[in-house]
């Protein structure tokens, strides 16, 4: 079938990027609003605590379910029906009167989130084509990165404005006529998908659901409890997470074999050229970059008694350099492709390793100022890694599975994020616990952090190799077709 592109796509995509920033940012906006949160509810500290890993939880839980329903009934359904779950669990999360109801509203919250992520990846490959695509990939991932790096900036304000007893509500509130405005707009600009009947039982693999379910919250809950000893104390939900998963795979390829819709096709990994590794890459990164976010609000606020609002001021520098270079990147792809990747992964590890040295340096009054420039260096690389990647890991994954293919992508970044947070929260309060020296905590956070993103720059490495690898395989088998038709010709 010859491709139309959409006339409104542009539009369309401007209104679903809103909406995903909104779910993104919610992962990370809360956290400044936490103290806001305790007193204002008299809350115990391990309730607070699920606030935020509540709805991580719930958001990684859905992220390759949400996509697969995209896949089977149509991203514009799923992406209205979650956009408005989400607006009503943001407006009950800032009324709640207690604890309870205010988790119990996040976790709500975090399944909205994570059935509407999905959808941005799926509209993307169903809208653009070739060099348009790129571009399209390149504004999500500065939306992703973006989403990440300004929370605490947004959050500090919002507090700043509206005061440190209810300031918090508003952290939620917020999304309410945000969402309102998105939804109205999606209802214009979102195509239409092609009606078909629901098939549901044959077109939702529900043992995947539960199987892949289990081995996630295997994963996730003891590191999202690692302030309550959560590893060491459930220990046992890793091996289960590990049986489960290979339960899944096995269980995957037999509904693939079976000639049914499987949740998540295995070839995805296994016959889709660089899908696996870009994935894998996409997990590292955000085991390193999205844990810092977390160290450097408690350096700035708990070490140096910056405010909210100073402290999300003084990361700025990286949230502007991943902004501008995230919408740039994303047009180089044709041209640079993972080479992007690599230079970006190379980047922010630098400019860590700046920020590391000089929190040794720098004075408290003058260290905001003396991080700017190694984090926007890093910022800047940043840009470089999400966008690209994206595209990337995408760019050979059939359309029919584009909204799987997106969950799946997310779910490895949520579960990186997960144990990053984990484990540079934990070593920094373990230095500040022992030696009471808050600059060297960051120094050695950072530090953890930069190593976690070599890793991910080793791969990088690894798949462009495998790449030109690829392309001089299809040039070899282009001219050995071409030599044979001529052979043929001639005879």
Same mark, same amino acid.
């Given at each position: 079938?010859?491709?139309?592109?959409?006339?409104?796509?542009?539009?369309?995509?401007?209104?679903?990027?809103?909406?995903?920033?909104?779910?993104?940012?919610?992962?990370?906006?809360?956290?400044?609003?936490?103290?806001?949160?305790?007193?204002?509810?008299?809350?115990?500290?391990?309730?607070?605590?699920?606030?935020?890993?509540?709805?991580?939880?719930?958001?990684?839980?859905?992220?390759?379910?949400?996509?697969?329903?995209?896949?089977?009934?149509?991203?514009?359904?799923?992406?209205?029906?979650?956009?408005?779950?989400?607006?009503?669990?943001?407006?009950?999360?800032?009324?709640?009167?207690?604890?309870?109801?205010?988790?119990?509203?996040?976790?709500?919250?975090?399944?909205?989130?994570?059935?509407?992520?999905?959808?941005?990846?799926?509209?993307?490959?169903?809208?653009?084509r070739g060099a348009e695509r790129g571009r399209a990939f390149g504004m999500f991932g500065?939306?992703?990165?973006?989403?990440?790096?300004?929370?605490?900036?947004?959050?500090?304000?919002?507090?700043?404005?509206?005061?440190?007893?209810?300031?918090?509500?508003?952290?939620?509130?917020?999304?309410?006529?945000?969402?309102?405005?998105?939804?109205?707009?999606?209802?214009?600009?979102?195509?239409?998908?092609?009606?078909?009947?629901?098939?549901?039982?044959?077109?939702?693999?529900?043992?995947?659901?539960?199987?892949?379910?289990?081995?996630?919250?295997?994963?996730?809950?003891?590191?999202?409890?690692?302030?309550? #000893?959560? /590893? *060491?104390?459930?220990?046992?939900?890793? %091996?289960? =997470? !590990?049986? &489960?998963? +290979?339960?899944?795979?096995? @269980?995957?390829?037999?509904?693939?074999?079976?000639?049914?819709?499987?949740?998540?096709?295995?070839?995805?990994?296994? #016959?889709? /050229? *660089?899908?696996?590794?870009?994935?894998? %890459?996409? =997990? !590292?990164? &955000?085991? +390193?970059?999205?844990?810092? @976010?977390?160290?450097?609000?408690?350096?700035?606020?708990?070490?140096?008694?910056?405010?909210?609002?100073?402290?999300?001021?003084?990361?700025?520098?990286?949230?502007?350099?991943?902004?501008?270079?995230?919408?740039?990147? +994303?047009?180089?792809?044709?041209?640079?492709?993972?080479?992007?990747?690599?230079?970006?992964?190379?980047?922010?590890?630098?400019?860590?390793?700046?920020?590391?040295?000089?929190?040794?340096?720098?004075?408290?009054?003058?260290?905001?100022?003396?991080?700017?420039?190694?984090?926007?260096?890093?910022?800047?690389?940043?840009?470089?890694?999400?966008?690209?990647?994206?595209?990337?890991?995408?760019?050979?994954?059939?359309?029919?599975?584009?909204?799987?293919?997106?969950?799946?992508?997310?779910?490895?970044?949520?579960?990186?994020?997960?144990?990053?947070?984990?484990?540079?929260?934990?070593?920094?309060?373990?230095?500040?616990?022992?030696?009471?020296?808050?600059?060297?905590?960051?120094?050695?956070?950072?530090?953890?952090?930069?190593?976690?993103?070599?890793?991910?720059?080793?791969?990088a490495v690894a798949e462009l190799r495998a790449r030109r690898h690829r392309a001089s395989?299809?040039?070899?088998?282009?001219?050995?077709?071409?030599?044979?038709?001529?052979?043929?010709q001639r005879g």
């Amino acid at each position: 079938m010859t491709y139309e592109p959409d006339p409104r796509r542009w539009k369309a995509l401007a209104v679903s990027l809103t909406a995903g920033f909104m779910g993104l940012l919610d992962v990370s906006i809360v956290n400044v609003a936490l103290p806001s949160m305790q007193s204002g509810l008299q809350a115990s500290s391990g309730g607070i605590r699920w606030v935020v890993s509540g709805y991580a939880l719930a958001f990684g839980l859905v992220l390759v379910t949400g996509g697969r329903l995209g896949d089977a009934f149509g991203r514009r359904n799923m992406f209205l029906g979650a956009l408005a779950g989400f607006v009503v669990t943001s407006a009950l999360a800032g009324a709640a009167p207690n604890e309870t109801t205010l988790v119990l509203a996040r976790l709500a919250q975090g399944l909205a989130a994570g059935m509407l992520t999905p959808q941005n990846t799926g509209l993307i490959q169903d809208l653009f084509r070739g060099a348009e695509r790129g571009r399209a990939f390149g504004m999500f991932g500065a939306v992703v990165g973006i989403s990440t790096a300004v929370g605490p900036i947004l959050g500090g304000f919002i507090l700043a404005v509206f005061g440190a007893q209810d300031g918090w509500r508003w952290v939620f509130y917020v999304n309410v006529p945000i969402g309102v405005l998105a939804f109205a707009l999606a209802l214009r600009l979102l195509p239409r998908s092609e009606k078909k009947p629901l098939r549901i039982r044959s077109e939702i693999d529900f043992v995947g659901i539960v199987l892949l379910a289990v081995a996630v919250l295997g994963v996730l809950l003891p590191v999202i409890q690692s302030d309550d #000893g959560g /590893p *060491g104390r459930l220990w046992w939900l890793f %091996v289960i =997470a !590990l049986a &489960f998963g +290979g339960a899944f795979v096995r @269980w995957e390829q037999r509904v693939v074999r079976h000639g049914r819709s499987p949740l998540l096709d295995t070839r995805l990994f296994t #016959g889709t /050229p *660089g899908y696996a590794a870009g994935a894998a %890459v996409g =997990a !590292l990164y &955000f085991c +390193g970059f999205a844990g810092i @976010w977390l160290v450097f609000a408690m350096f700035f606020q708990q070490g140096l008694g910056y405010s909210p609002l100073q402290s999300g001021l003084s990361v700025t520098p990286f949230a502007l350099g991943s902004a501008v270079s995230a919408a740039i990147a +994303g047009r180089l792809v044709p041209k640079f492709g993972r080479r992007l990747t690599v230079a970006g992964l190379a980047m922010v590890a630098l400019g860590l390793l700046g920020v590391a040295a000089l929190a040794e340096l720098a004075t408290p009054a003058w260290a905001g100022w003396a991080f700017a420039l190694p984090l926007l260096f890093a910022g800047v690389g940043g840009g470089m890694v999400i966008s690209p990647n994206t595209t990337l890991t995408l760019e050979c994954v059939p359309v029919r599975m584009a909204g799987v293919a997106g969950g799946a992508l997310q779910t490895g970044q949520r579960i990186g994020t997960a144990i990053g947070t984990a484990v540079l929260a934990s070593v920094f309060g373990t230095v500040v616990g022992a030696a009471n020296d808050y600059p060297l905590a960051l120094t050695i956070a950072l530090c953890c952090a930069a190593v976690l993103t070599c890793g991910a720059l080793a791969l990088a490495v690894a798949e462009l190799r495998a790449r030109r690898h690829r392309a001089s395989e299809e040039e070899r088998e282009a001219r050995e077709t071409e030599t044979s038709a001529a052979d043929v010709q001639r005879g």
